[in-house]
């Protein structure tokens, strides 16, 4: 598995917000996001055998590893790895790009699903492997990170189509006020989350927390 870093922290978006968890960044990515805060897992990255990774994980406490990047889905041994975790009771909360197909991903137990709807402010909209949206359990969702007006309009129209199918989160971007978005959902009645990116507000953009 190559990857960028290993570290403790809490879960700082989505539904999962403040649980703690292990995270596990792993390197590289497919798409290009004009607002990628993890850029540096572009290149470089340590290759670590599965069994060593495995390893560690047992020793820790948490109940829960976030599978991150870069994507994650990316990874050779994703899927092994995600079953290896879950085969020793631990919980795995795949954060993902959501280009990829993760018809495999929902056939383990003790999964769970951040997939991102790339807005148009990413650069990278149409991004989706759309089927995906049909696999989504009942604890995955779907997340939309709105910078403006723009990707608020792109988000509503697929919240009008997918509200009752899928769990949805708004998210907005680092600098975009949370307080206008939450307003903008409450006036036009939605049936949606909105949350802010916690880790951000504890620590900033710093690596590794
Ligand atoms: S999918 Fe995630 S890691 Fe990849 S470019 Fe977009 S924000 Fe960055």
Same mark, same amino acid.
């Given at each position: ?7 403790? %922290?809490? @879960? ?7 649980? $703690? ?15 990628? =805060? ?16 495995? %390893? ?26 995600? &079953? &290896? ?7 795995? #909360? ?7 197909? !993760? ?10 699903? +951040?997939?991102?709807?790339?807005? $148009?402010?990413?650069?990278? @909209? ?6 995906? !949206?049909?696999?989504?359990? &009942?604890? =995955? ?9 723009? =990707?608020?309009?792109?988000?509503? %129209?697929?919240? *009008? ?7 949805? #989160?708004? @998210? $907005? %971007?680092?600098?975009?006020? !949370? ?8 006036? +036009? ?10 880790? *951000? ?9």
């Amino acid at each position: 598995m190559l990857l960028t870093e290993r570290f403790h %922290s809490i @879960q700082g978006e989505g539904k999962y917000i403040g649980i $703690p968890m292990y995270f596990i960044r792993t390197n590289r990515c497919n798409l290009r996001c004009k607002w990628c =805060d993890s850029t540096y897992t572009f290149s470089g990255g340590e290759e670590v055998p599965l069994s060593d990774l495995i %390893s560690d994980i047992k020793s820790i406490s948490e109940d829960w590893i976030c599978f991150t990047g870069g994507e994650p889905m990316l990874q050779r041994e994703a899927i092994e790895f995600m &079953e &290896e975790c879950t085969s020793i009771g631990k919980n795995v #909360l795949l954060e993902t790009g959501g280009s990829l197909n !993760l018809a495999k991903v929902v056939q383990i137990k003790g999964t769970y699903i +951040d997939m991102d709807i790339k807005t $148009p402010s990413s650069g990278e @909209q149409g991004s989706l492997y759309k089927e995906n !949206l049909t696999l989504l359990r &009942e604890n =995955d969702y779907v997340k939309f990170v709105i910078s403006d007006e723009t =990707d608020y309009n792109y988000a509503l %129209s697929f919240i *009008k189509q997918w509200e009752s199918k899928v769990e949805i #989160l708004l @998210q $907005p %971007s680092w600098g975009t006020e !949370l307080k206008w978005l939450v307003e903008k959902v409450l006036e +036009d009645k939605l049936n949606v989350r909105v949350l802010p990116q916690l880790h *951000k507000i504890l620590w900033g953009t710093r690596r590794g927390v």
